[in-house]
Structures are given as structure tokens and as C-alpha cells.
């Protein structure tokens, strides 16, 4: 058997972004012939894609983009299992190519954009054949478009290199001075993490839970009913100010609310993304993986 060393398994993967471990098997079943061996990589590949989907995929980008009148808008987040595949120049390819067909025909569904056509093979066989070629599982894990309305228009954001995305509607007229309130509103979004646009849009459930979790903490403190009840009420202004987006203090000038900041522009809706949120990931010593990897375990 020929001896496989780790510079032919890294000059492998960068020649076809497979992982180590495939790799290290097609070298071994080469018998050291790298050219035979990205002939079997190729031949395996989409055999073997689908044992990739059970695993986690929390790394990626978040793709933020507008039409050039403002007029649509789109925010997608699509993963990978890590940060050295999202920046593979097949991955970035296609995942731009996915964003700009939810774009240009308002897609805010993942299972209808995986259908979508490009050249013609189906969006998600397009991204089988990359989990092939790469050794990971990705996706497109979730995407939202807007369509502004006759008087409003869409910014968005992107921030961190495509860690975290925003997408807003404004109504109003736009300019150039409009624009520039817009952006400033969607970084305030990336930074601030609203989790609502305006007080009507919180739920009884949620404010009698906030409601409860610092009546108790009140009582633990030995303070009088009386005495509680006008304490939540400034409580639940705070929960407010803290967590709904009309609400907030602008992150550039705390003098001013993000309402107020917005003068005569309003703020329609808003989305963010932040990559990987909400996504459990499984914490590895990378060079416990890549020695585990090489051995074959």
C-alpha cells in the first residue's frame, strides 16, 4: 500500500474540497495517484452526499440584497459545518445564484426555492452535488423576501462579513437622505437584536411571563404588593425600550428613540439573521477531529 502522507491529502482537498477523511480513502484506493483519485471522489461523490444531511451545518453566510430601485429585497441563510467551506468558491456560487432567484422572483420559501432551476438541475440538486464535492452537509436554511409597496421602499444590511443579515421596509419617499436613515436603522437592527417592531406586537402570554419572572424576584426582595405592582409597570416600560424596535434607543444618539430618529420615514417591517442562531452545535477539538480523521476513526 502506498504511504499517504498528509501533504497528498491536503493537495487532494484543495484540488476538489472534499473532506480529509474521503480523501484520505480515495488516496489509499489510488494507491497515491492523485489524478485516479479525484476520478473516484467524483465517481463517489453524489453516492455519498446524503450520509452528510444528519449533520450539523451552523456555519455558512447570511446573503443580504435589494433590486436597484428598492423595490424588493432578500435575506437568506445558507450553512455550512464550517467556516472553511462557506468561503469555497462553489459554495459562494451557488448560494449567490440561490439568493438572486428568491430575489428576482420574491421567494420566502425554502422548499419552493430548493425547486427553482439552475441550469437546469433543481436548486437542491445543485446543492447535493456541492455536499459531494465538499464532504459537508449545507443548506439553505431559511430565506425571506420583501416587496415594497407603491410609497415604501427596502434597505438591507449585511454586517460581520455575512454573519449577521437585515432586511427593512420603509415608507416614505425615497432619496438619498431617506437611504442613509434606512442604513442607519438596519445596523442599529444587526447591533440592538429587536425582537419586536412595536409594543402591539407583544403577546399577553410574553408580558405576563416577564411580569412574573420579576414579581417573584420583587417579593425575594421583601417588597410590598402595593409597591410591586408600581414597579412592573416601569419594568415592563423597560422590556419595551429594550426589546421592541420603535422603542429602542437609537444606538448612535441615545437622546433619541429609533422612531424619532426615523422622522417622517416608518418603519414597515424588519427581519435579521444572525448565522447559526437557534442551531445546537457540537464543540470539537478541530485537531482531536483532523488526527481522529486521518486515522480513519
Known amino acids: ?8 491529502v491536503k493537495e487532494l482537498r484543495e484540488k476538489t474540497g472534499a473532506g480529509m477523511l474521503e480523501c484520505k480513502k480515495a488516496l489509499e484506493e489510488a494507491a497515491g495517484d492523485i489524478e485516479k483519485a479525484i476520478e473516484i471522489l467524483r465517481k463517489k461523490g453524489i453516492a455519498k452526499a446524503a450520509k452528510k444531511s444528519g449533520r450539523v451545518a451552523a456555519e455558512g453566510i ?37 439568493s438572486d432567484i428568491a430575489l428576482e422572483k420574491g421567494i420566502s420559501d425554502v422548499e419552493v426555492l430548493k ?19 465538499i464532504g459537508e452537509n449545507m443548506n439553505v436554511r431559511r430565506v425571506n423576501a420583501f ?8 434597505t438591507v444590511y449585511s454586517h460581520l462579513g455575512g454573519k449577521i443579515g437585515v432586511i427593512l421596509e420603509l415608507e416614505g419617499k425615497k432619496s438619498e437622505e431617506a437611504d442613509e436613515i434606512a442604513k442607519n436603522i438596519a445596523m442599529h437592527i444587526a447591533a440592538m437584536n429587536p425582537k419586536y417592531l412595536t409594543k402591539d406586537e407583544v403577546t399577553t402570554e410574553t408580558l405576563e ?19 410591586i405592582e408600581k414597579i412592573l ?25 429609533v422612531e ?6 416608518k418603519i414597515v417591517r424588519f427581519d435579521r439573521y444572525q448565522l447559526g442562531e437557534g442551531i445546537e452545535k457540537e464543540t470539537l477539538d478541530f485537531a482531536a477531529e483532523v488526527a481522529a480523521q486521518m486515522s480513519g476513526k
Open 260 to 265: 424619532k430618529y426615523a422622522g417622517a420615514l
Open 233 to 257: 409597570t416601569g419594568k415592563m416600560n423597560k422590556f419595551y425600550e429594550e426589546n421592541c424596535l420603535l422603542n429602542q434607543k437609537f444606538v448612535r444618539d441615545d437622546k433619541l428613540t
Open 1 to 8: 500500500m502506498a504511504n499517504i502522507t498528509a501533504g497528498m
Open 115 to 133: 425547486k427553482e432551476l439552475i441550469d437546469g438541475k433543481t436548486a437542491e440538486e445543485v446543492v447535493v452535488e456541492i455536499v459531494a464535492k
Open 62 to 98: 447570511v446573503i443580504t440584497k435589494t433590486t436597484d430601485d428598492g423595490k424588493k429585497g432578500i435575506v437568506l441563510e445558507f450553512n455550512t459545518e464550517t467556516d472553511f467551506a462557506a468561503k469555497n468558491e462553489n459554495v459562494i456560487a451557488v448560494s449567490n445564484k440561490l
Open 147 to 154: 416587496e415594497a409597496k407603491d410609497n415604501s421602499f427596502i
Open 209 to 227: 411571563k416577564e411580569k412574573e419572572i420579576e414579581r417573584v424576584q420583587l417579593e425575594k426582595e421583601g417588597k410590598p404588593a402595593n409597591i
